[in-house]
C-alpha cells in the first residue's frame, strides 16, 4: 500500500511512547487516560498527546504526534485530575503500535479473539484494557511487546 504523506485525522484520545512505541489510549471522558499515562510516564513512557491526539502516514506507516494546530504551551503537559495541567517527561512523535480501548471490567473477555482499530487505510493492533486495576500498566506494556512480535494480529 502506498502512503499518504497527506493523510492525517484527529482523535480523541491520549498517546504514550513506551519503550520507544506509540500507543493510543481511548475511551470516553473520565476512563481513565490521563490517569493511566500519569502511571505509564511515572515508569519510562514518554508523553506524545493528551486528550487529542493526531494521527498521521509517515514513513514506516501510521505515526502518532501532539496536533499541529493545538496551543503549543500544552506540549508535554498531562492533566492530572486534582493537580491541573502538569509537565511531564514527552516525546514529539513515534510510529503507532498499538489502541488500548479503556473499558469496564465487564467489557473484558478472559480469552480475548485479537482485533484491529482501524483508522484510513491502516489497520493498528489494539486490546481493551481496564484502566484502573493494579495490573493495568503491566497489562498494557504486555500488549506493546504482544504488538510489537505480531503475537496480536487477528487469525
Given amino acids: 500500500m502506498a502512503i499518504d504523506p497527506s493523510w492525517h ?5 491520549t498517546a504514550v511512547a513506551v519503550d520507544g512505541h506509540g500507543v493510543l489510549l481511548t475511551g470516553p471522558s473520565g476512563s481513565g487516560k490521563s490517569d493511566l499515562a500519569l502511571r505509564l510516564v ?20 501510521l505515526r502518532l504526534r501532539f496536533p499541529v494546530e493545538a496551543p503549543g504551551e500544552l506540549q508535554g503537559r498531562l492533566e492530572v485530575r486534582g493537580l491541573g495541567i502538569m509537565p511531564v517527561s514527552w516525546i514529539a512523535d513515534a510510529p503507532l ?7 469496564p471490567p465487564a467489557s473484558i473477555d478472559r480469552m480475548p479473539v485479537p482485533f484491529m482499530a482501524k483508522y484510513g487505510d491502516f489497520s493498528v493492533a489494539a486490546a481493551k484494557i481496564t ?25
Fill in 9 to 13: 485525522q484527529l482523535v480523541n484520545g
Fill in 42 to 61: 511515572d515508569q519510562g513512557a514518554a508523553l506524545i498527546a493528551d486528550d487529542i491526539t493526531e494521527l498521521y502516514s509517515g514513513s514506516g506507516g
Fill in 97 to 103: 503500535i498499538l489502541v488500548a480501548e479503556l473499558v
Fill in 131 to 155: 484502566p484502573f486495576e493494579a495490573s493495568a500498566v503491566a497489562k498494557l506494556r504486555l500488549a506493546v511487546v504482544a504488538a510489537a512480535s505480531h503475537i496480536m494480529a487477528p487469525l
